[in-house]
């Protein structure tokens, strides 16, 4: 088994963001970002109270038949396709 020592900061973990010029509303909006792209809030809302397994899966398989629908939807020309929105 190996042990460091020395060197903490090999062994940090988490979201860090980095405040430039004292611009904290800046630093906070990047760091809301970084939050919502790593899903925490999300597995934080989901973890506050306790689901019983058999609604897990069926609020899996109602959100699997939405992606479905959804990606049909999108080869029958009924919804825009994912990508960037383009200026006219």
Known sequence: ???NKGNADHNKRG???EVKNND???ALRKF???IAEDGI???LRQREFFEKPSIKRAKAKKAGIARWKKKVAQMNGDLPSKGRKTKR
Do not use: D, G, P, W
């Open 1 to 3: 088994m190996r042990h």
């Open 24 to 26: 904290v509303a800046f």
């Open 15 to 17: 979201l860090t963001v």
């Open 41 to 43: 809030l999300q597995e």
């Open 32 to 34: 809301k970002k970084k």
